[in-house]
């Protein structure tokens, strides 16, 4: 059968554009029983292939048209896009590349060239791309988006807002435009523009649980933290898997002191990402100040299983096996946070202590001084070397340390009280009376300050005003042993008695 090939191949083009897929596939078919190695109903034929998701049938016949017309860049083109349909981003890229080499003004190749670069987090090589499209096709509002969303990404924010607002100027319904410009205005500092940017997409899109979700974390960081748990409540209503809301949510509670709320946040949030690192480690953080350490250890745990080099979460994990009386473990928590970050003031200073309580005094105070070689002047190294020292006998240099933390923090109560018992020790019975009375002035409810100032006074032979700073350690709390102690043998004092109960200093 005889056919005018040009007039059956428009026919074709014609019907495949208005949609007739199947009638436009038979003229291709009928051309190619004429001329099988016609590149164009070949590239077209592929086209419908890819069109009803065979693309391996697609990157097969374009791929035969190629062949035949090596310069066909409409057919390169296409060839990515049935190569990205199969999932082969890398030769997705070479095709739409060398479109753009055969046609350097291809905006969508070079658009869709970007598109490809982004998942293949080749951001720098992304940008190129985009900025291509849009010099060659202004008018392609998600290129400018995609650009805005690049540039971000590199951390050029004004560049990005610049892009964000080109894409919304030809296409205001971008509703994932405005939410990313929101995102680059609160990089900028520019939180009210954000905000307004957040809501304005929410108002376009109520259900475009990212807006929501980013408002709400920008509520919680400027401290409207009962707005910021209604946001995530209504992200989570609609999304219940969304853990970065469970998450979010629980940090919020945890900001509010609702501690258990918290605790079930993180738990949703795990259950949805099992190995949510941040999750684990603030899961662990609220059960610690739950008094449930047993419990954070096991979380701590699962933070720096699931990242191992989440140097918080082995420093915490330090902490929690301490107050759990495991010295050597909490040692090698510390141990590992300092390979991680050495020269980590807080894991120095938390090692030293460690060391402290395992009677390794020495160790304590070297760590304690590795740490002021990081931070000189850090008040709770010095503390805890303070207390090491007084605990090797090293009473004057232990009062130096204090004296170095009351230098630039006058009201720090612990310092004062552990002053206070290193001066006591060293009989200098006034200055540790003195101490003490500054540490309660800056802090009323110090019960072991009281303690500490009943044993002084008691020295001093002044009993009713021992008796009164023992009784009033007691009432701020009931079971303080010592002051239960100390208070009784007061009340039975004689000369011939030994003296009371050791006091106590404080990290």
Not at 1 to 20: F, P, T
């Amino acid at each position: 059968m005889s056919i005018d090939l040009n007039q059956e191949l428009n026919a074709a083009i014609e019907q495949h554009g208005a949609g007739n897929i199947s009638a436009a596939e038979t003229s291709y078919r009928r051309i190619l029983e004429v001329n099988p190695d016609h590149p164009v109903a070949l590239h077209l034929l592929g086209v419908v292939a890819m069109q009803v998701g065979r693309h391996d049938v697609a990157i097969e016949l374009i791929s035969k048209a190629l062949d035949r017309l090596p310069s066909y860049a409409d057919a390169h083109f296409n060839l990515g896009n049935a190569l990205l349909g199969a999932d082969r981003r890398q030769d997705a890229a070479a095709s739409y590349r060398q479109a753009t080499r055969l046609q350097p003004d291809y905006a969508p190749a070079h658009y869709n060239l970007g598109n490809v670069l982004k998942d293949l987090d080749q951001t720098v090589e992304a940008v190129a791309s985009y900025r291509a499209a849009v010099k060659y096709d202004p008018t392609l509002d998600q290129a400018h988006s995609n650009l805005g969303l690049m540039l971000q990404a590199l951390g050029k924010m004004d560049a990005a807002v610049a892009s964000y607002n080109d894409a919304l100027s030809l296409n205001p319904a971008l509703v994932e435009a405005r939410h990313n410009l929101g995102n680059a205005l609160k990089a900028l500092g520019r939180l009210d523009e954000a905000e307004a940017c957040y809501r304005a997409a929410i108002e376009q899109n109520p259900s475009y649980s990212e807006a929501q979700y980013s408002l709400a974390v920008l509520l919680r960081e400027t401290g409207r933290i009962e707005e910021a748990v209604a946001g995530f409540q209504t992200v989570l209503a609609a999304q219940p898997d969304h853990a970065r809301a469970h998450y979010s949510l629980g940090v919020a509670f945890q900001e509010l002191g609702r501690l258990e709320d918290a605790v079930v946040s993180y738990n949703q949030a795990i259950g949805h990402r099992e190995h949510y690192a941040e999750a684990h480690y603030n899961l662990g953080a609220a059960l610690a100040d739950l008094d449930r350490i047993e419990e954070a250890v096991d979380h701590y745990r699962a933070a720096v299983t699931s990242q191992p080099d989440y140097t918080e979460a082995h420093n915490n994990l330090g902490a929690a096996l301490q107050d759990l009386g495991h010295l050597m473990a909490a040692a090698d928590a510390y141990r590992q946070a300092l390979l991680l970050l050495p020269g980590s003031p807080d894991a120095l200073n938390n090692l030293g202590t460690a060391w402290r309580g395992a009677g390794r005094l020495e160790q304590a105070v070297a760590s304690g001084a590795r740490a002021l070689l990081v931070r000189p002047n850090y008040p709770p190294a010095l503390n805890n070397m303070g207390i090491a020292l007084h605990e090797c006998r090293r009473y004057h240099e232990a009062i130096a340390c204090y004296r170095n933390v009351l230098e630039h923090q006058p009201d720090h109560a612990a310092a004062l009280l552990n002053l206070g018992f290193a001066q006591y020790e060293l009989g200098d019975i006034e200055d540790a009376i003195a101490s003490y009375r500054e540490a309660l002035r800056h802090d009323p409810d110090f019960a072991p300050a009281y303690n500490n100032l009943g044993m002084a006074l008691q020295d001093q032979g002044a009993l009713d005003e021992a008796i009164a700073a023992y009784r009033q350690a007691l009432a701020r709390d009931p079971d303080y042993a010592n002051a239960h102690s100390n208070l009784l043998f007061c009340l039975n004092y004689t000369p011939t008695l030994r003296g009371p109960e050791k006091g106590w200093y404080f990290r």
